[in-house]
């Protein structure tokens, strides 16, 4: 992650990571809405949920930085219940 890397460039380009993150939140979350195959639903709901934590970091402040490690650790247990879920229902 760039924040450690080159805390410099990461503040310089904080306002493009966010609008990017935004964007990414939103456009993923409409284009998971018109999914039919439910495997790619949940791939594009991770993709939204990386969106939240990558924007949750790129505020620079604590409660930013503790919620995307939240999002992290519950994007964890969630999609790999989904994924279990999915993969009970396809078979």
């Not at 939204?48 to 409660?63: P, Q, R, S, Y």
Request: charged share 10%; glycine share 10%.
């Amino acid at each position: 992650f760039s924040l450690p890397i080159a805390p410099d460039a990461s503040h310089s380009l904080s306002a493009f990571i966010i609008a990017i993150s935004l964007v990414a939140v939103i456009y993923i979350g409409l284009v998971a809405l018109v999914q039919a195959d439910m495997k790619k639903l949940v791939a594009y709901s991770s993709i939204a949920h990386m969106g939240f934590v990558t924007l949750g970091f790129f505020i620079f402040n604590e409660i930013g930085v503790e919620g995307g490690i939240v999002q992290m650790i519950s994007h964890g247990f969630i999609s790999g219940a989904m994924f279990l879920c999915i993969g009970v229902l396809y078979d």
